[in-house]
């Protein structure tokens, strides 16, 4: 073959490096072009090419080697397979060249070595040898036997089952192999001890990685001294770095209390820490716990002790939550850059698989024994003999696990390095996809099927969790899979929900028959079930689904929305199991469900202020054209409570949305209330001009959802009209505003309380400007400056609205300040509001607004700093809290870092009071007691549901530093 010819056929073997390649060839002589072919069939032939080079520089006998391979097609493909797919590998046998020769034996490739002959083999590497020398020959011998498996793997088409279990079988003899050598350092000590090894994870599963961190639970009898000297010892063995490299990390932090926890225990001392202390997804871990060193007598009694408590986990209480925090913990420790291509943690990956067979283990190996083994693939083979997963899904997981396993071997096989990342360059997906037998566009059909193999595990691992749920109540196809009612409700319970036979009636209800909306319910569940399990509130959710299904269930866009834009029911799914405030507005106006497709950003004040006066208008009367405005009222509250519950809003956002909506609210319906007042009383135009001045917190933009709109109503007749006339008018104006929008109905309620006005309730509804300035000028008090530090002017005449500003700002930002005895006043008031306003046994510390560094202590705080420095410093003439905290900090008056910590525990108590009635439908100002509840408040504000307590303890650190400030800020 000449060289041009040459060139071209390497081109076509998968050649890269052509020069390289062709010197290689020369330096090889005749042999290397008979290689040719075989190196074709190598997942990396330039590497294969090259290493074999290397290898025959290093052997004794360069001509047995090269005869060999050219004799024997099996030799050659061991060997040139594994150079071409590890160069780990092909580094150790340059290293130790004669080591060629193990690839020769022709009964590698049929013949699986015994464990025991495993183990022998490496303690008789070991054994009659000086400390180095036996470590570094503890290496040598796991990497011959590492090579003897990887090339079986790569040539003969061993099932990646058997793969894992051998290097599980390999990994538990080195663990005896270097509990040799820790015996021998310890000399005599060492018989003062019994120690087991329990193996865990991969191992304990007989399904170890190529590469991976061995997990281990030590127990011994004796000295304990001694037992940690020698766990120490092994696992040292194992991970040191030495002249041959080292093997793997042992890991013992599953261990009870973890690394705060000794190394080694008793079995009495296991016993007592399982039976009071364990967490139950050590439960979970302790499913795969299998003795693989050292006393195995006692490891058996140990898994023996242990097996019980695993098979009851399912009944703990708590279960639910820290099977949820196990997978989350996983999926938190993806990095950001390489949640795309972890074949391991991300969606559709291994643990995917491995999480969904444990949990249906758990489940339903209480009462059935024969779905206990401990290997992934064999324990999803007993689920589906079971009748606990369909044949044909249960073996389309199978099919995408064990892709997604090899595919991880070979990853690791490259380098022996543990990573679970599948690369992104080229050269690799080139080398990993010829590996896995893509010779031709080997990237590309690596990707696809990569890929493909991930949503299948996407998909079946909600089907195969919930799709069972619907058999047990739906009279559907007998080819899939059913469940009993009684391991049905058990399912359900282990998933989260309190009332599995309510939940089992629901599903019923939604699935039954044969109905095209029945067919697509019972699409949409399995997917819809997972999101309430995922929420706080399970129950809630699928009850709330049902009744709004049932609203709109023919309603032609409702089902094929849900369908067909995953947002939308997962958005769904989540208000309906997180909110009962959300789930009641769209019991309300189910149709609401649309919004959840759009954009969730709040309305403009401008548009909100036009749709309103455009919808009331094209009504016949002012009722009806009020409940038109409480309508778009009712939708936009969905908006912002939607954007709030799923994270799309900030705390101050909601604020300014609510009363943005508010105000709109307001103006439309005062504007109703003039024209059917006109006509009424049959006038042309009105004696008077009015306007709404927000107070309170609607005057702060600081409204909560349940919050009532605080307002004062003023009016100025017009130039020549009845002073009684104008007086009467804006009466019944102002009263026809409160009563339409605090009116039952199926909208929410919008009380307009006016009971900040002078005089309180004793007072006038309506005054004009000049009686506002009459009574200030005579009658004001400190505490109704400090009222007026809220007040807005946001609804009705301009003109007014601007007049009564100037009137109240000399008032609430008075010259000069606030003299002392006033500054002792609002101190006096203070200190009766937090003896006096506090609820019968609330507690000071969890309350939200009248609490230890709660909102009252940092609003007031603000508000003595704007009375006494107002009129001095601009940025304090504002009516909006935060606003003024930070004009305070610019100015000097509280430090940065004490304005900071005020803000957080205002936003953290408001945030918390918001979620409170996000939560539960009705306003509450108390930390909340009950476990759902908690639960609730902590996923609306970004917490795990397993992070209340979390969340507790957040809110009364905050708390407890605002307080400091307060007392040094407020009370000096």
Known sequence: MNRASQRTELLRLGFVDLDRAQEHLTALGPVGVDLL?????????????????????????????????????????RLLCVLGASAALADHLVTHPFQWRELTDPDLGSTRPAAWAVRASLLEAVADKPDLEAVNALRVEYRRLLLRLAARDLTHHLGVDDAAAELSDLAAGTLDAALAVARTRLGEDAERARLAVIAMGKCGGHELNYVSDVDVIFVHEGDERVAARLAAQMMQVCSDHTAEGTIWPVDANLRPEGKAGPLSRTLASHQGYYERWAEPWE???????????????LGRDFVDMVGPMVWSAADREGFVEAARAMRRRVLDHIPAREADRQLKLGAGGLRDVEFAVQLLQLVHGRADESIRPPTTLSALARLIEGGYVGREDGEALHRAYAFLRTLEHRIQLHRL????????????LRRLGRSLGFLKESEKRLDETWQDHRR???????????????????????????????????????????????ALRNLEALTSGVSRTAAIQRTLLPAMLQWFAEAPDPDGGLFGFR??????????????????EGEVAERLAHLLATSRYCTDLLEREPAGVRLLGGDLAPLTSAALIEEMNATGRRQEGFEKGVRAVRAVRRRELLRIAASDVLGLIDVADVGFALT??????????LEGAIETTLRARGLDEAPTRMAIIAMGRYGGFELSYGSDADVLFVHEPVEGADAHAASTFARIVAEEVRRVLGAPGPDPALVVDADLRPEGRQGPLVRTLEAYAAYYAKWSHVWEAQALLRADAVVGDPGVRERFTALIDPLRYPAGGLTDDDVLEVRRIKGRVDKERLPRGADPNLHLKLGRGGLADIEWTIQLLQLRYGAEVPGLRTSQT??????AAEAGLVSHDDAETLGTSWRMATRVRNAILLARGKPGDQFPRAAQERRSVAAILGYQTDEADRLLDDYLRVTRHARAVVDRVFWE
Request: aromatic share 4%; net charge negative.
């Open 283 to 297: 439960f979970q871990a302790l499913l795969k716990a299998r003795p693989v060193a050292g006393d195995l007598e």
């Open 456 to 502: 299948e595990v996407s998909r079946l691992h909600q089907k195969i969790f919930y799709r069972p749920l619907l058999t047990a109540v739906a009279r559907i196809g007998a080819d899939e899979v059913r469940l009993s009612s009684e391991a049905a409700g058990a399912r359900l319970a282990a998933l989260g929900y309190a009332d599995p036979q309510a």
């Open 417 to 428: 390095q543990r990573t679970h990342v599948v690369p992104a360059d080229e050269a690799s």
């Open 882 to 887: 935060l606003a003024a905290l930070s004009a």
């Open 37 to 77: 072919a075989y190196l074709g069939r190598t997942a990396d032939p330039d590497a294969a090419l090259h290493a074999l080079a290397r290898l025959a520089d290093a052997v004794e006998d360069r001509e047995e080697l090269l005869a060999a391979v050219a004799d024997d097609e099996g030799t050659a493909m």
């Open 547 to 564: 009744r709004i299904s049932e609203a709109l269930g023919r309603t032609p866009w409702y089902l094929s929305t849900l369908r067909d």
């Open 660 to 669: 943005r909506l508010t105000d709109a609210t307001l103006e439309a319906t």
